[in-house]
Every structure is written in C-alpha cells, then in structure tokens.
C-alpha cells in the first residue's frame, strides 16, 4: 500500500510541474540584434524578456537597454482571455495590453490607448522552441504604420 501511495505521489508531482511548463512562451528570450528588424534607430541594444506562468496567467518582464544608454524595464501579469491589464514600467503605468493565445505558440499582444488598439504584437514561438518571433505593428507620429520584428533567442 505504501508502494503505490509512493508511485501516486510521484506521479501527481510530476505531472503537476510539466503542466506548468508546457507553456512554449515559458522562460528567459534574449534579443538577437542581428536577426531582428526594426525602423531605424528604434532597435534596442540589448533586450531581455522574461515569460513565467502564473495559473492561467503569463507573469512577464523584459529589461530594454536603448542606444543611448538608457534602460527600461516593463511588467504586468495576464491571461490569455483578452482582458486589458495594466502595464508598469520603470517610469510609472504604460498602455494596457490584452492576450490572446490563437494557437498553441502564437500569441497576439494588443495595446490600447482609450478603447483603440494603438499597437498589435504577434509573437511566436519556433517548432524546436529555441526561438521567439515577435512583429509588431503601429503606428509613428505621422499616422504610418511600422513594423518592427524582434526575433528573440530561449537562454
């Protein structure tokens, strides 16, 4: 009997901690510079984005260091129902973002300002999971939308 309460126990455990990585976002991306196309002089130095699962929710965090040497960090905690939360960054609250997961490893990031998407990011994941595209669309102060794509690599 205590055999098989051993084995239950250790299944149940195991189980448990692949449930909680399985979701591909999962884990730390760096940005890879060379890979990544971004309008000119908008692509950051060095970029670090940091995905951990929180229950049904994504706990995320990137760390932003421009060209000219100044840094940004960036968090908020959200599900993937398409609820707005609030987005904190080192100088006080951004725009909202809401989640969207449309497939297994994509997921559409959207960011409003009032009730109008401002900026749209679809991020996804690569088949082997080592690799992370994100391309976002916006739009710059002229009412022209860019696309910048950052193509981030799993450490």
Not at 58 to 87: M, P
Request: charge should be positive; proline fraction near 4%.
């Amino acid at each position: 009997m205590k055999k098989i309460a051993s084995l239950l126990l250790l299944f149940v455990l195991l189980t448990t901690s692949s449930a909680t990585t399985t979701d591909p976002f999962a884990g730390r991306w760096k940005l890879n510079v060379r890979r990544s196309s971004y309008p000119a002089g908008t692509c950051p130095k060095q970029m670090t984005i940091e995905m951990l699962p929180k229950g049904q929710a994504v706990e995320y965090r990137s760390d932003t260091t421009y060209a000219n040497g100044k840094t940004a960090q960036t968090t908020y905690l959200a599900d993937y129902t398409g609820k707005q939360v609030i987005v904190i960054g080192s100088h006080g609250m951004l725009l909202p973002v809401s989640l969207k997961r449309i497939a297994p490893r994509v997921v559409i990031a959207s960011y409003l300002h009032g009730f109008e998407v401002v900026a749209t990011s679809r991020r996804v994941v690569s088949n082997d999971g080592r690799w992370m595209t994100i391309t976002t669309k916006s739009k710059d102060n002229a009412g022209k939308i860019v696309t910048s794509v950052g193509v981030y690599q799993r450490e």
